[in-house]
T-cell receptor, first 115, second 114 residues
Framework: EADIYQTPRYLVIGTGKKITLECSQT?????MYWYQQDPGMELHLIHY???????EKGDLSSESTVSRIRTEHFPLTLESARPSHTSQYLC??????????????FGPGTRLTVL | GDSVTQMEGPVTLSEEAFLTINCTYT??????LFWYVQYPGEGLQLLLK???ADDKGSNKGFEATYRKETTSFHLEKGSVQVSDSAVYFC?????????????WGAGTKLIIKP
């Protein structure tokens, strides 16, 4: 099972600030994902990566951007935070090794509040 | 496209009651099926998984059987505890090119009263 770390766990920030949400995993998983979720509600995929230097947008349009320069690290950046970005952000990863290729493992999440 | 439909919540039960949370799916291929659990303030944890028809996934007293004939993967537990209060998500794996993504249900909130 993957160990996935997200920092910060909670962030309260003013409108217009640039923020970066960190996500790291220690299991060498090639695939990583970012989801946006209102607490306890449906998950929406906003970004994913299948390996270093690979990033794709998900089903839900997002003003955030991501990068994947190292296998273990998949940060998400908002250039100018707005109240509509208030949500919980969940990072996940999955292995390339059969039979676990379709199983995602999640970090604890970052709860973002933009004032 | 593929989709997952879950029982709407919240589901409120007394401690030691029998639990069923319904999940049905539509899929063109042969996906794996999952149940994840999310405790308050936390990320999602894999609860159980089944990879083919008639497989039964089980963990922590929870069970779910992959029923291809009814396209269902209902979650059951014989005797729930207050600590089972959480949101439960059903999901299926969708193959996109040579990779997999998960298609999620909307989640079902479970409240267990002592």
């Amino acid at each position: 099972e993957a160990d996935i770390y997200q920092t910060p766990r909670y962030l309260v920030i003013g409108t217009g600030k640039k923020i970066t949400l960190e996500c790291s995993q220690t299991m060498g998983h090639d695939k990583m994902y970012w989801y946006q979720q209102d607490p306890g509600m449906e998950l929406h995929l906003i970004h994913y990566s299948y390996g270093v230097n690979s990033t794709e947008k998900g089903d839900l349009s997002s003003e955030s951007t991501v990068s994947r320069i190292r296998t273990e690290h998949f940060p998400l950046t908002l250039e100018s935070a707005r109240p509509s970005h208030t949500s919980q952000y969940l990072c996940a990863s999955s292995s390339d090794r059969f039979p676990s290729t379709d199983t995602q493992y999640f970090g604890p999440g970052t709860r973002l509040t933009v004032l | 496209g593929d989709s997952v439909t879950q029982m709407e919540g919240p589901v409120t039960l007394s401690e030691e009651a029998f639990l069923t949370i319904n999940c049905t799916y539509t899929a063109t291929g042969y996906p794996s099926l999952f149940w994840y659990v999310q405790y308050p303030g936390e990320g999602l944890q894999l609860l159980l998984k089944a990879t083919k028809a008639d497989d039964k996934g089980s963990n922590k007293g929870f069970e779910a059987t992959y029923r291809k004939e009814t396209t269902s993967f209902h979650l059951e537990k014989g005797s729930v505890q207050v600590s089972d209060s959480a949101v439960y998500f059903c999901a299926l794996s969708d193959r996109v090119d040579s990779n997999y993504q998960l298609i999620w249900g909307a989640g079902t909130k479970l409240i267990i009263k002592p």
